[in-house]
């Protein structure tokens, strides 16, 4: 992993664009070939991104750019369309490189990880027609629990929780703005899962066009005694 600070402007072309003006920034190229632009703030969400599979190419700036103080261009072509980031660099301030290994993966706690598993089981309980993809779809910025096909075979990413949360519709939000801007799996729409969920969890998803699921774990399991339980 390659981390960068640098004072910088950040274009990104393609079938959206966006830009970022000129401020100091992380910028983090990993090994399978994604770059993240960060800020300090905004929890841990990057600003913008490129998904792997994508090849960064360092430039020297034209005349006009050099004589507006830019030093390198970083070029960074998605492998599969015509997306691209542009990272204009001012002035690098820190640069450094780590062998981070292989990771493990996210072990869940054993509800989460129970939950996942019997949803990839009992599939149908998200919808009639609905077939499994795989679980654990790994992206650039984490795996997604559970990747599906619905009765009109669209993509469905599924993510799981005990609790849900606004931080869990977040999560999803992320997932699906990095899918969606894959043509060959676009359009993907989300699907939040959990055994409980907030009412502002529930607020927010409807906002942002995911569809909530509550999910009942001993019914999952086939231990559904309504005589034995205190509620």
Not at 155 to 177: M, P, S
Not at 195 to 223: E, F, H, N, S
């Amino acid at each position: 992993m390659r981390l960068v600070i640098a004072r910088c402007s950040v274009d990104y072309v393609g079938r959206l664009r966006a830009h970022l003006p000129l401020a100091t920034r992380l910028l983090v190229v990993k090994a399978d070939g994604s770059v993240l632009v960060h800020s300090d703030g905004g929890s841990y969400k990057p600003l913008n991104w490129m998904s792997p599979p994508a090849t960064l190419r360092v430039s020297a700036p034209d005349e006009a750019d050099a004589a507006e103080g830019i030093t390198e261009v970083w070029t960074v072509q998605h492998a599969k369309s015509d997306d691209r980031l542009v990272i204009n660099i001012r002035e690098q301030l820190h640069e450094s490189s780590h062998d981070l290994g292989v990771d493990p993966g996210l072990v869940k706690d054993g509800v989460e990880a129970d939950l996942q598993r019997l949803l990839a089981e009992q599939i149908t309980l998200l919808g009639e027609g609905f077939t499994l993809i795989r679980r654990e779809y790994m992206t650039a910025i984490g795996p997604v629990d559970i990747l599906a096909r619905d009765g009109s075979g669209a993509t469905v990413a599924i993510e799981l929780k005990r609790r849900g949360d606004i931080d869990g519709v977040e999560q999803l939000t992320r997932y699906l703005e990095l899918l969606n801007r894959d043509p060959l799996m676009s359009p993907v729409r989300g699907i939040f899962a959990a055994q409980q969920i907030k009412p502002q969890a529930r607020t927010l998803a409807a906002d942002r066009g995911i569809d909530c699921l509550t999910l009942d774990y001993d019914a999952m399991r086939g231990v559904d005694d309504k005589e034995s339980r205190l509620f």
